[in-house]
């Protein structure tokens, strides 16, 4: 996984907009939480990349004939 380099231009704009909102403190909140769900989902995206996807492969089903090899619990007795 290779690491993306920081860009500070990036911070200085958020801490920006984080001081012009600060005179309203849901503002603040809901910006916040903005920048929460951003980077939740950038990191998603990071991780899918990295996923392999498995071909599918169906399961080998038995037929119906193979059902009367099975010994029947009432020979038991």
């Known amino acids: 996984m290779d ?6 231009n990036n911070v200085i ?3 920006r907009i984080k001081k012009k909102l600060e005179s309203d ?3 603040v909140e809901f910006f916040l939480l903005i920048l929460d769900v951003a980077n939740k989902n950038i990191n998603k995206e990071s991780i ?8 599918y492969v169906e399961p ?6 193979s059902d009367d090899e099975l010994p029947n619990p009432e020979d038991d007795y």
């Open 25 to 27: 403190k849901k503002l």
């Open 48 to 55: 899918i990349g990295d996923i392999t996807i498995e071909d």
């Open 60 to 65: 080998e089903l038995s037929d119906h004939d």
């Open 13 to 15: 704009e958020v801490d």
């Open 3 to 8: 690491i993306e380099k920081l860009d500070l």
